[in-house]
C-alpha cells in the first residue's frame, strides 16, 4: 500500500522506516523536498512535495507539528484529502509546554475541516522508537485508536500490526472525540518521562479479575 507521511520530523522518518521494512511503499512529503540538509538527514528515504506524495496514496499520515497541521492540510487540499485514511499521529503544544487544543482535540479539528476525510488519531501515547519497536519493552502495551470510520480503523489497525502491534494491543476507544484523551494523555506522557529519565515506555490497560 502506498502510504504518504506528512512531515519530515523524527516521526515521520521512524514511520517511514518502519512501514518501508514492511514491505509498504512510503513517501515522505516535504514543504521543501529538494533542500539538500534535508535530503542528507533523510538517508535515502523517500521524499517528495506534498501535493505529489499525497497523490495516490489511500493513506496519509499526520506526523507534523499539531499547532500547523491544519495549514499544511489546507495546502495539501480538501480535494486532494477526500477519501482517504488520514492517520494522525500530533500533538499541538505552545510554546510554554501546554496543550493548543483544551477542548475539541486537533483530530476533531482535522475531520471537521476535512469531513471527506477519515481521520483516526492513533500512535501520540507513545515515543517515535516504541511506534515501531512494540516488543521494545517489558510486556505489551496498549495502543489506542479514534475514529468515526469503522473501515479507516481497520485499515490503520492492519498498518499498526506491520509495524508489530499485535491486534490484542489495540484499543478501539471510539469516535472522534476520544481523541481528546490521547491527545491529553501527553501531558502525563511527558510527566512519566521526566520519572523515568526515559522515554522508552508502554502502558497497558489491564481490566478487572474475572
Ligand atoms: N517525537 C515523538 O516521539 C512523538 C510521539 C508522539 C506524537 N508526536 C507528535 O507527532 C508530530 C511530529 O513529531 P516530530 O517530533 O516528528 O515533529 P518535528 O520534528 O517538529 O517535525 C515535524 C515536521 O513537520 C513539518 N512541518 C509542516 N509544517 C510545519 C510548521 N509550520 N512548522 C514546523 N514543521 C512543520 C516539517 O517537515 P518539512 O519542513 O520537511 O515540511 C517538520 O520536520 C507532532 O505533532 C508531535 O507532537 C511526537
Sequence with gaps: MKIAILGTGVVGRALAQGWLRA??????????????????????LPVAGLASAVADAPVVVNATPGTASVELL???????????????????????????HLGESLGEEIQRTF?????????????????????????????????????????????LGDLGWSDDSLLDLGGIATARGQ????????????????????????????
Excluded: N, W
Excluded at 74 to 100: I, M, P
Excluded at 189 to 207: H, K
Design 115 to 159: 469531513p471527506r476525510t477519515r481521520v483516526v488519531k492513533t500512535l501520540c501515547t507513545i515515543d517515535r522508537k516504541l511506534m515501531i519497536a512494540p516488543d521494545s519493552v517489558q510486556g505489551p502495551s496498549t495502543l489506542f485508536l479514534s475514529g468515526e470510520d469503522a473501515e479507516a480503523k481497520r485499515t490503520v489497525a492492519g498498518l
Design 183 to 210: 491527545e491529553h494523555y501527553s501531558l502525563l506522557f511527558i510527566g512519566i518521562a521526566q520519572a523515568l529519565g526515559s522515554y522508552g515506555f508502554g502502558i497497558r490497560v489491564v481490566e478487572e479479575a474475572a
Design 23 to 44: 514491505g509498504h511503499e512510503v513517501v515522505i512529503g516535504s514543504r521543501q523536498p529538494e533542500e539538500a540538509r534535508l535530503r542528507a538527514e533523510l538517508k535515502g
Design 74 to 100: 489546507h495546502s495539501v487540499g480538501a480535494d486532494a484529502l477526500a477519501g482517504k485514511v488520514l492517520l494522525d499521529v500530533a500533538v499541538g503544544f505552545t510554546e510554554d509546554g501546554s496543550l493548543s
